[in-house]
């Protein structure tokens, strides 16, 4: 059988036919959100438009230009579970960082020790130590593995680059899980301290 | 005859539909010995990820070998890997940073290569990530990869993992199969993602 699209454009159609998944773009951009002087960031399934729920496996956040009010601050984030209260899930996690000055002095190759996490409800820091001159900020994306699973520890995985207080760039990459049950249906970012003054963070689903 | 699917959703996006494409998500179920992807040269890219997948032996490795034209139907085909991880111990006794030379595989080895290492089996315990195959059709190069991948290993350590090589052959690939080194695959999603060209 010929489709109309072979027909008109000679171009097959895409071999995944759910009603569900054909014809959207796999990577959906659910929500979002420009920081203007916010003290936190929070997607939060059924509110502000956010579905974050098993509609979607797979969960990824993009930070572009995240600028904090106080110098060499980290962005970071929390989870909570559905039903849950004070974004205070325990969390594990390991990294590593590849630093370069901008004077050309010096190089580090190194585990991010600064900001893992070992069961700890403390926040988990994605972007190290961001300059707050006006010219300087942080980005990068996070990724959540299926975090509507009651049963299994969430994984995530964030890799990020940053242009430092001390003015370096840096490059982290972080890994982890929680080991809480229940489905994680809402995650807050945050500086270590002070507020987001600036930056957008997108939230994309891919079902 | 026309299915009901190929008449309502036949249409052409033109375009706008965006560039990852979903080819096929293979939920497993308890006793899939193994998950086969069929790859090709449609796409410049292929991006796959892992959703929690949970082994039913303990310490079972996680690994994938690559089929190509001209291996018989084979998961054989010769690859180099790397492979480097960060590790953190969840009572708090220790953390490494460090590449595996025991993880990679080298010269032009047929054997699965490794992605995740003792996972545990307990409920929670699985391996998450994603995984990106260039151009897997060619017929010139070697084909790269990388992957990067979480998991939680059967010692209660967090475990994030670094795999990268190339396919040591111009033939174009056709399939990926992921399986553990013992037991079965036992629960978990396999997405595979073609990028547009």
Same mark, same amino acid.
């Given at each position: ?99 370069? !000055? =901008? &004077?050309? %002095?010096? /190089? ?12 700890? $409800? @403390? ?34 995985? !964030? =890799? &990020?680059? %940053?242009? /430092? ?12 899980? $929680? @080991? ?28 | ?197």
């Amino acid at each position: 059988m010929a489709f109309y699209s072979q027909i008109a454009h000679n171009v097959l159609p895409p071999l995944m036919t759910t009603s569900s998944t054909l014809g959207r773009g796999a990577f959906e951009l659910i929500k979002s959100i420009t920081a203007s002087s916010d003290s936190d960031i929070t997607f939060a399934d059924g509110s502000n438009g956010v579905t974050f729920d098993s509609t979607f496996k797979t969960y990824c956040f993009k930070f572009i230009d995240i600028h904090g009010s106080v110098n060499f601050r980290h962005l970071g984030f929390d989870i909570q579970v559905s039903g849950g209260s004070g974004f205070d899930e325990p969390k594990i996690s390991s990294g590593y960082e590849a630093n370069h !000055s =901008q &004077t050309n %002095n010096g /190089t580090q190759f190194q585990a991010a020790t600064a900001i893992d996490l070992i069961d700890s $409800t @403390n926040l988990q820091a994605i972007i190290y130590g961001i300059g707050n001159d006006a010219d300087e900020a942080g980005a990068g994306e996070l990724w959540l593995f299926l975090p509507s699973d009651t049963a299994k520890n969430m994984h995530f995985i !964030s =890799q &990020t680059v %940053n242009h /430092t207080d001390d003015d370096k760039i840096r490059h982290t990459f972080m890994g982890g899980y $929680t @080991n809480e049950p229940g489905a994680i249906d809402e995650i807050r970012f945050k500086m270590s301290e002070g507020n987001i003054d600036s930056g957008t963070i997108k939230m994309y689903g891919i079902r | 005859m026309a299915t009901y699917n190929a008449i309502k959703y036949n249409v052409d996006y033109a375009g706008k539909a965006g560039s990852l494409v979903p080819i096929s998500d293979t939920t497993i179920s308890s006793g899939d010995s193994n998950v086969i992807l069929t790859i090709d040269g449609t796409y410049d890219e292929h991006f796959i990820i892992f959703n929690a997948v949970h082994p039913s032996a303990a310490n079972a490795d996680f690994g994938a070998n690559f089929r190509s034209t001209g291996s018989s139907g084979n998961f054989n085909v010769g690859k180099q890997t790397g492979f480097y991880r960060c590790t953190q111990e969840e009572n708090g006794s220790g953390e490494t940073f460090a590449y595996q030379s025991g993880k990679d595989v080298a010269g032009n080895s047929g054997s699965d290569f490794e992605i995740g290492s003792s996972l545990g089996n307990a409920n929670h315990d699985g391996i998450s990530g994603y995984m990106s195959i260039f151009n897997a059709g060619s017929t010139t190069f070697e084909k790269s990869f990388f992957i990067v991948a979480d998991e939680t290993h059967g010692g209660n350590i967090q475990i994030m993992s670094f795999v990268s090589g190339y396919v040591r052959t111009t033939d174009a690939l056709t399939g990926i199969r992921f399986r553990m080194s013992s037991g079965n695959l036992d629960s978990g999603s396999i997405q595979l993602f073609g990028v547009h060209r």
